[in-house]
Structure formats: structure tokens, C-alpha cells
């Protein structure tokens, strides 16, 4: 279960959305309903095993997402795949109903499914040849390529689905080469004020600065951090 905030919505609904459905659950600390609807909604979606992704927003905090939405009463719970919506409902609901609503969104695992939960190289491959633009098989080979310096072959198959930021982090690890570049802080942030000096004059430079910037990804502090200091660099 993850808080979205309306910073975060993009990154934990939508682009989450494009890889697995992602139920958003509007409340608010004053709503009786709510606190009745929540944790039958938690247990029937960690039933699923990851098949489904369960947020919550808080509408008091968060007014941005409540009027994406339309909310006008609460608790209001709306399911997203593939960034839109395809199912909702509002008030507190029975724990079967609820269990209805979530199974209608949970895919039936395929053979694809069950070799990427294998893991290994042969059974990606495999995955790949059943479903050549299955998410999970795609970014898993990729990092196994990366991880073994077949930059050219992981981003070719990051190439076949569409970008969220799990596929940019990947992409940027292929592309700088080096996972071992993010080792180490103070090593890491020489080579970024290295990089900050260059990026006005130099493509390459800049490229290799968001690049990493991707790889650190979102949780680092550093990445806002460095975003701005770009940003001030550019403009």
C-alpha cells in the first residue's frame, strides 16, 4: 500500500498503472467510513500477491487529485489500468463486494507470468518469446544484461514497452555502462558537479548528468537537489 501525494500521483497511479491495475482509495481522517472501508480494502488487495496495487490519498491534503476525480462524496475507490479508469465505487462496501471488485481486476497469471517469476535468464527468454512485450520479462532481461555490459541488447528491449520510470532507470544504467558508478557518494557526487560544469556547451555531458540522475532515482534527496541546480545551469 502506498500515500500518494499530488506529487507523486504521475509516478504511483498513472505510470504505475501501465504495469499493473492500481486501485486509489480517496478518505480522510475525519471520514467513519473510511477507516471501515481501508483495511478490508488492504487485506483484499494483498490477497492478490502483487497482482494488484493498492494507494491511498488523502483528499483533505491532497485537493489536486480529489478534483481530478470529481470526488464529491467519501470514501470513493477507483481502479486505473493502463492510466484509465475502469471501475469505481463510493461509500463503504461489504468485504465480498469488495473482493468482487478487485478480482475483476486481477489478470489471470500466464505462462509468461510464471516464467518471469522464475527469474532466471532462460526462463526471461522464454517469457519473451510468449509474450515479446511482456513488462516484467522485458526489464528483468534488461537488467541481467546490463548487469553483464550488453548495453546495446537491453535497450533494445526496453524499446518494445512504453516508458515509466522503472524503464528510464534501466535505460540510463544501460547507457552509462557502469553500474559501479553509483558506488560510493562522494565518488558520485564529484562526477556530478564535473558534469553540472559541462552541461551548458556539452550534449554529451548533459546526457550523462540525467542519466545518472535516473539511476539515483526519485528516493535519493541529491536528485532533487541536482534537478534544480540543472535547471538554474540551462535557464
Same mark, same amino acid.
Given at each position: 500500500m502506498t500515500e500518494v501525494t499530488d506529487a507523486s500521483f504521475e509516478r504511483d497511479v498513472l505510470e504505475r498503472s501501465?504495469?499493473?491495475?492500481?486501485?486509489?482509495?480517496?478518505?480522510a481522517e475525519w471520514c467513519g467510513p473510511c477507516r471501515t472501508l481501508g483495511p478490508i480494502l488492504e487485506r483484499v488487495v494483498a490477497d492478490t500477491d502483487g497482482a494488484v496495487e493498492l494507494t491511498k490519498v488523502n483528499v483533505d491534503e491532497n485537493p489536486r487529485i480529489a478534483a481530478s476525480f470529481r470526488v464529491q462524496s467519501i470514501p470513493a475507490v477507483y481502479a486505473l489500468r493502463d492510466r484509465q479508469v475502469v471501475d469505481s465505487f463510493i461509500g463503504a462496501q461489504?468485504?465480498?463486494a469488495v473482493k468482487e471488485f478487485?478480482? /475483476?481486476? !486481477?489478470?489471470? *497469471?500466464?505462462?509468461? @507470468?510464471?516464467?518471469?517469476?522464475? &527469474? =532466471?535468464?532462460s526462463s526471461l527468454r522464454q517469457a519473451l518469446e510468449l509474450e515479446p512485450d511482456h513488462p516484467g520479462a522485458v526489464v528483468a532481461l534488461a537488467e541481467v544484461l546490463v548487469a553483464r555490459g550488453e548495453a546495446e541488447e537491453a535497450l533494445g528491449l526496453l524499446g518494445r514497452?512504453?516508458?515509466?520510470?522503472?524503464?528510464? /532507470?534501466? !535505460?540510463?544504467? *544501460?547507457?552509462?555502462? @557502469?553500474?559501479?558508478?553509483?558506488? &560510493? =557518494?562522494?565518488?558520485?557526487?564529484?562526477?556530478?558537479?564535473?558534469?553540472?560544469?559541462r552541461v551548458k556547451q556539452d550534449e554529451q555531458a548533459r546526457r550523462e548528468f540525467l542519466d545518472l540522475l535516473e539511476a539515483m532515482g526519485p528516493?535519493?534527496?541529491r536528485t532533487v537537489a541536482y534537478r534544480k541546480a540543472l535547471t538554474a545551469r540551462l535557464f
Open positions: 501501465a504495469q499493473v491495475p492500481v486501485v486509489v482509495d480517496l478518505w461489504p468485504e465480498a478487485v478480482s /475483476r481486476l !486481477a489478470p489471470a *497469471a500466464t505462462e509468461a @507470468d510464471r516464467l518471469v517469476e522464475l &527469474g =532466471d535468464e514497452v512504453p516508458e515509466t520510470a522503472e524503464i528510464r /532507470r534501466v !535505460a540510463a544504467l *544501460a547507457r552509462l555502462g @557502469d553500474g559501479a558508478a553509483l558506488d &560510493g =557518494d562522494a565518488g558520485l557526487e564529484v562526477r556530478l558537479d564535473d558534469l553540472l560544469d528516493g535519493d534527496p
